[in-house]
């Protein structure tokens, strides 16, 4: 029997032996398969030895040759595939350095930057060469991104990482002059002491002070239209932007700024704005203030910039006025920054971070909510909605806000479907008074603690009761606000009265906008001359004269302004 088992167990030895010597010769033909470079048969001959078996000691080497073999033609979604099968497989293996050097490669190579420098950390660096040999890899990669935004995000996510800043100075310094974040170059150039004029840019246009100022207004002012009337015009809004304009040049010029304000009549035609651009006084202008009309700014825009001429919008928050022209500015903030100041303020006040957002069928409501979300999702709050409205569906928002399951014994609503307090706040980007008003009611029945943020717009609604506001502490982004008790507007209201007899009682004032708008742009080119944009990068916030003031962003937009809501009757700024 003992003679019997004896052989048994030398028969199999010898089967697991000659097993052995099969994968190794099997492993040695596949191998000189991939040295001579004939990497398809390579694949074949590889695949069988990928297949676990206690006597076959080449499975990690196998697929990682197999997925090397596939890189090796191009094959590059099944060498990616196999590379992440092998770091789950495998996760102990000794090779697996090799492995998350060439997935990093596959991902840098797809432009999935931040998932290769992900698995790049993966990679021990174990001696002077290992580093040295990684840092070269990341700084080939890095030097590829063009895009400041996507290398500011990824320096935000690795702060310490020398190449990741390296790439970030560059790619600023590489842009326009008037597009660069100088505060943030800056900040890198501090952060890893680099030698400041390796970054440094052909400069804007000089700066040129003058005696006085060419401002030129392109404004639809409809002067063919126009009639003796008192009653209000068709384009009121911009006979009233002027006319503060041309009060502030008075008070310029008592301030030792001379400003010749220029007015040309658009008649929102295209065609006779590209006759005005044919002018020579527009060519030699120092600002170009307006147009205020989609398809009057594309013509503006190309002139500007071709020409050299600075240009901002006093009235508009649309960043497709200003597009890709470095001379270009919005006065007031855009869209996309009143969304994301809009979830800042929420996410630092709120302790509920869920969130619903009410959005408008205008496509700046898409704008404002789509900014208000991103953001939003940036700094941790959970958007439990995010819903389109038109004014046929509005009703479903006190269906969604208000619908109750619970009454008390006066058959008043004590809870709902949506709990109470289960929400913290609600962004509405919207002024269709069928849409914010519903969600004004619906949180008025609720009862509860939902903070509402809205627009100043809302403001000179009079169907709405303002005491309401109030009591559900309604927040409000407004860039035009100025506190009523301010020295600076008592004088200019008294100015206004003077000359006018009556000053007018609604919220939103645009003799007030183009008053403080002129007064910003007649100091900016005393200060910094006619190309302003350099010096209000590096100065910071520039003071208002009634509103809080400008801070000129990256975006060429106001990221300052106040969020107001009503105290003891009275609007006021949050601190």
């Given at each position: 029997m003992r003679?019997?088992?004896?052989?048994?167990?030398?028969?199999v030895?010898?089967?697991q032996?000659l097993n052995?010597?099969d994968y190794?010769?099997?492993?040695k033909?596949a191998?000189e398969?991939y040295?001579?470079?004939?990497?398809?048969?390579a694949?074949?001959?590889?695949?069988?030895l990928?297949?676990?078996?206690k006597?076959?000691p080449?499975?990690?080497y196998?697929?990682f040759?197999?997925?090397?073999?596939a890189?090796?033609?191009?094959y590059t979604?099944v060498?990616?595939?196999m590379l992440?099968?092998?770091?789950?497989?495998?996760?102990?293996?000794?090779?697996?350095?090799?492995?998350?050097?060439?997935?990093?490669?596959?991902?840098?190579?797809q432009?999935e930057?931040?998932?290769?420098?992900?698995?790049?950390?993966?990679?021990?660096?174990?001696d002077y060469i290992e580093t040295?040999a990684?840092?070269?890899f990341?700084r080939f990669?890095?030097?590829q991104?063009?895009?400041?935004?996507?290398?500011?995000?990824?320096?935000?996510?690795y702060?310490?990482?020398?190449?990741?800043?390296?790439?970030?100075?560059?790619?600023?310094s590489?842009q326009q002059?008037?597009?660069q974040d100088?505060?943030?170059?800056d900040?890198?150039?501090?952060?890893?002491?680099?030698p400041r004029?390796?970054?440094?840019?052909a400069?804007?246009p000089?700066?040129v002070?003058?005696?006085?100022?060419?401002?030129?207004?392109l404004f639809?002012f409809l002067?063919?239209?126009?009639d003796?009337?008192?009653g209000?015009?068709q384009?009121q809004?911009?006979?009233?932007?002027?006319?503060?304009m041309?009060?502030?040049n008075?008070t310029?010029?008592k301030?030792?700024v001379?400003?010749?304000?220029?007015a040309?009549?658009t008649?929102r035609?295209?065609a006779?704005?590209a006759k005005?651009?044919e002018?020579?006084?527009?060519?030699?202008t120092?600002?170009?203030?307006?147009p205020?009309f989609?398809?009057?700014?594309?013509?503006v825009l190309e002139?500007?910039?071709?020409?050299q001429?600075?240009?901002?919008n006093?009235a508009?928050?649309y960043?497709?006025f200003?597009?890709?022209?470095?001379?270009?500015?919005?006065y007031?903030?855009s869209?996309?920054?009143?969304g994301?100041?809009?979830a800042e303020?929420l996410?630092?006040?709120?302790?509920?971070?869920?969130?619903m957002?009410?959005?408008?069928d205008?496509?700046k409501?898409?704008v404002?909510?789509?900014?208000?979300?991103?953001?939003?999702k940036?700094?941790?709050?959970?958007?439990?909605?995010?819903?389109e409205?038109?004014k046929?569906t509005?009703?479903?928002i006190?269906n969604?806000?208000?619908?109750?399951?619970?009454f008390?014994?006066?058959?008043?609503?004590?809870?709902f479907?949506l709990n109470r307090?289960?929400l913290?706040s609600i962004?509405?980007a919207?002024d269709?008074?069928l849409i914010?008003t519903k969600?004004?009611s619906?949180v008025e029945?609720?009862?509860?603690?939902?903070v509402?943020?809205?627009?100043?717009?809302?403001?000179?609604?009079?169907?709405?009761?303002l005491?309401k506001?109030?009591r559900?502490h309604?927040?409000?982004?407004?860039?035009?606000f100025t506190?009523?008790?301010?020295?600076?507007?008592?004088?200019?209201r008294?100015k206004y009265?003077k000359?006018?007899?009556?000053?007018?009682q609604?919220?939103?004032?645009?003799?007030?906008?183009?008053?403080?708008?002129?007064?910003?742009?007649?100091?900016a080119?005393k200060?910094?001359?006619?190309?302003?944009?350099d010096?209000?990068?590096?100065?910071g916030l520039f003071p208002?004269y009634l509103s809080?003031g400008?801070l000129l962003?990256?975006?060429?937009d106001n990221?300052?302004f106040?969020?107001?809501?009503?105290?003891?009757g009275?609007?006021?700024a949050l601190e």
């Amino acid at each position: 029997m003992r003679s019997i088992i004896l052989v048994i167990t030398l028969v199999v030895c010898a089967f697991q032996n000659l097993n052995a010597q099969d994968y190794k010769r099997m492993y040695k033909n596949a191998k000189e398969f991939y040295t001579e470079g004939r990497y398809n048969l390579a694949m074949e001959a590889f695949k069988p030895l990928m297949i676990y078996d206690k006597n076959n000691p080449y499975p990690e080497y196998a697929s990682f040759y197999f997925a090397q073999s596939a890189l090796k033609q191009n094959y590059t979604a099944v060498a990616k595939d196999m590379l992440l099968s092998i770091r789950k497989l495998y996760p102990n293996w000794d090779q697996m350095n090799e492995v998350n050097y060439w997935l990093a490669k596959i991902y840098f190579d797809q432009h999935e930057y931040f998932q290769g420098m992900l698995v790049l950390k993966s990679v021990r660096q174990e001696d002077y060469i290992e580093t040295q040999a990684i840092s070269s890899f990341r700084r080939f990669y890095l030097s590829q991104i063009t895009d400041p935004e996507v290398l500011r995000m990824m320096w935000e996510e690795y702060p310490e990482d020398i190449e990741v800043g390296k790439s970030l100075a560059r790619a600023i310094s590489r842009q326009q002059v008037l597009l660069q974040d100088r505060v943030l170059m800056d900040s890198v150039i501090a952060k890893f002491n680099l030698p400041r004029e390796n970054y440094i840019s052909a400069g804007a246009p000089p700066a040129v002070f003058k005696d006085h100022y060419n401002v030129s207004v392109l404004f639809p002012f409809l002067t063919s239209t126009l009639d003796p009337s008192p009653g209000k015009k068709q384009n009121q809004v911009m006979l009233d932007l002027y006319e503060g304009m041309r009060m502030a040049n008075d008070t310029l010029y008592k301030q030792g700024v001379n400003i010749k304000l220029l007015a040309y009549d658009t008649d929102r035609n295209p065609a006779v704005i590209a006759k005005l651009l044919e002018t020579p006084e527009l060519k030699n202008t120092d600002l170009i203030v307006g147009p205020l009309f989609r398809e009057t700014a594309p013509a503006v825009l190309e002139f500007s910039q071709k020409n050299q001429i600075s240009m901002i919008n006093p009235a508009q928050s649309y960043s497709d006025f200003i597009g890709q022209n470095p001379f270009a500015l919005l006065y007031l903030p855009s869209l996309e920054t009143i969304g994301a100041k809009s979830a800042e303020l929420l996410a630092a006040k709120v302790k509920n971070k869920k969130c619903m957002i009410f959005y408008g069928d205008k496509p700046k409501d898409s704008v404002m909510a789509i900014s208000f979300s991103k953001r939003a999702k940036e700094l941790g709050m959970k958007i439990t909605l995010e819903e389109e409205f038109k004014k046929e569906t509005a009703l479903k928002i006190i269906n969604i806000l208000a619908t109750p399951t619970e009454f008390d014994e006066f058959h008043n609503p004590k809870q709902f479907k949506l709990n109470r307090d289960s929400l913290g706040s609600i962004f509405v980007a919207s002024d269709d008074p069928l849409i914010y008003t519903k969600v004004i009611s619906s949180v008025e029945t609720r009862g509860d603690s939902v903070v509402i943020i809205g627009s100043e717009n809302w403001l000179d609604n009079n169907s709405v009761d303002l005491t309401k506001y109030e009591r559900l502490h309604v927040l409000f982004a407004a860039p035009t606000f100025t506190s009523l008790t301010q020295p600076s507007f008592i004088n200019f209201r008294k100015k206004y009265v003077k000359t006018h007899g009556a000053f007018s009682q609604e919220y939103i004032n645009y003799t007030k906008l183009g008053y403080d708008f002129m007064i910003f742009a007649g100091q900016a080119l005393k200060k910094y001359g006619s190309y302003f944009q350099d010096g209000l990068t590096k100065d910071g916030l520039f003071p208002g004269y009634l509103s809080k003031g400008y801070l000129l962003s990256p975006n060429r937009d106001n990221q300052t302004f106040p969020f107001i809501y009503f105290r003891q009757g009275e609007l006021t700024a949050l601190e």
